[in-house]
């Protein structure tokens, strides 16, 4: 068996992403090879990928935007060499991939959690409180993954061998007009060690930034917040963390005035560590914790934050 990895776009540098589902495309079955689209810069940089033996460079402007319309042709065409094609299940691999299983007129096997044999997988069902086990029986695997749930791939350390990769281009049915991207220096929130996260209970999006921000600055953290909280406007949707927002599982996550909905239990339950900070003794979000304090947040954070 060989399989493609789909790389995440992360400019020219390897998103922590790509590595996790490295990882699971060696667990798939190697020889495993990664393939870039619009940057043969990056094309270097994950040529050092521990446990990939070719990286393809598909450089072209056509796929340099991360367009579905242009890439899961791409893909397609280059699946006639492989078994398998592994992308992460972030918001581009979710674009992609089922585009390309259309193509090729097979099945997509959704974020995987672990590989059981060679067509078997299992993935998270009910918001994460069934493990299915899935086989597929078609000729060729296209399968994302909840990249939480692997060890990433050493970023350095690897040879593999460079070579250009063409398809067909511009597919002429969208276009790029521009990226705004909120930019900041905290971690990535699906790969920060740290999480703190905000929910309803504080209030507007004012109150936010002043009990939230100071506490994870002394920490180096992420910020993350509920559905809730992104809702009510109090931050931009690229905080939200559950099952329709970004799947976390951090050293430590922090989660304050978070009552804890499924769905927002469902994108971070597989953290390391979970610290719960609530006045309602009954909130859910304490069935999961491993360290909760019953106290109004207002009181409590800020004088964690003074602590610390």
Same mark, same amino acid.
């Given at each position: 068996m060989?399989?493609l990895?789909?790389a995440?776009p992360?400019?020219d540098?390897v998103?922590?992403a790509?590595?996790? %589902? ?5 667990a798939?079955g190697g020889?495993v ?14 040529a050092?990928i ?9 450089d ?11 890439l899961?042709?791409?893909i397609?065409?280059l699946?006639?060499?492989y ?18 299983a ?6 997509q096997?959704s974020d995987i959690?672990?590989?059981e044999?060679? /067509?078997s997988?299992?993935r998270?069902i009910y918001a994460g409180n069934?493990?299915a086990?899935?086989e ?10 909840r ?9 350095s350390g690897?040879?593999?061998?460079t ?5 067909p281009?511009?597919?002429? %049915?969208?276009?790029f007009?521009?990226?705004?991207a909120v930019?900041s ?10 999480v703190v996260?905000?929910?309803?209970a504080l /209030?507007d999006?004012?109150?936010?930034e002043q ?9 180096g ?5 509920s ?5 009510a406007g ?5 905080y939200q963390?559950g ?5 976390v599982?951090p ?5 304050i005035?978070i ?8 994108g971070m339950?597989?953290s390391? %560590?979970?610290?719960a900070?609530?006045k309602?003794?009954?909130a859910p979000i304490?069935q999961v914790?491993d360290?909760?304090?019953?106290a109004?947040?207002?009181?409590a954070?800020p ?5 610390l």
């Amino acid at each position: 068996m060989t399989t493609l990895v789909f790389a995440e776009p992360h400019g020219d540098t390897v998103a922590d992403a790509t590595l996790a %589902t490295v990882t699971a495309a060696n667990a798939v079955g190697g020889p495993v090879h990664v393939l870039v689209a619009g940057s043969s810069a990056a094309g270097d940089a994950h040529a050092a990928i521990a446990g990939v033996e070719k990286v393809l460079v598909a450089d072209d402007a056509a796929y340099a935007n991360g367009l579905a319309e242009n890439l899961a042709p791409l893909i397609a065409g280059l699946m006639d060499s492989y078994d398998a094609v592994l992308a992460p299940a972030t918001t581009t691999g979710k674009n992609v991939l089922p585009r390309v299983a259309a193509l090729l007129d097979v099945m997509q096997v959704s974020d995987i959690i672990s590989v059981e044999g060679p /067509k078997s997988f299992t993935r998270p069902i009910y918001a994460g409180n069934a493990i299915a086990t899935v086989e597929s029986g078609d000729p060729k695997l296209v399968i994302t993954v909840r990249t939480t749930a692997f060890d990433k791939a050493e970023a350095s350390g690897g040879s593999a061998s460079t070579e250009a990769a063409s398809g067909p281009g511009d597919a002429g %049915t969208s276009e790029f007009v521009k990226l705004d991207a909120v930019k900041s220096d905290r971690p990535e929130l699906t790969s920060a060690g740290i999480v703190v996260s905000g929910g309803r209970a504080l /209030k507007d999006g004012e109150t936010f930034e002043q009990v939230i921000t100071p506490l994870a600055d002394k920490l180096g953290a992420a910020i993350g917040a509920s559905r809730a909280a992104v809702d009510a406007g109090y931050v931009p949707n690229d905080y939200q963390v559950g099952q329709t927002g970004k799947i976390v599982a951090p050293e430590v996550y922090i989660a304050i005035g978070i009552s804890g909905a499924i769905q927002h239990l469902a994108g971070m339950k597989d953290s390391k %560590t979970i610290v719960a900070i609530n006045k309602d003794p009954d909130a859910p979000i304490f069935q999961v914790a491993d360290i909760g304090l019953v106290a109004d947040l207002f009181t409590a954070v800020p004088e964690l934050t003074e602590k610390l």
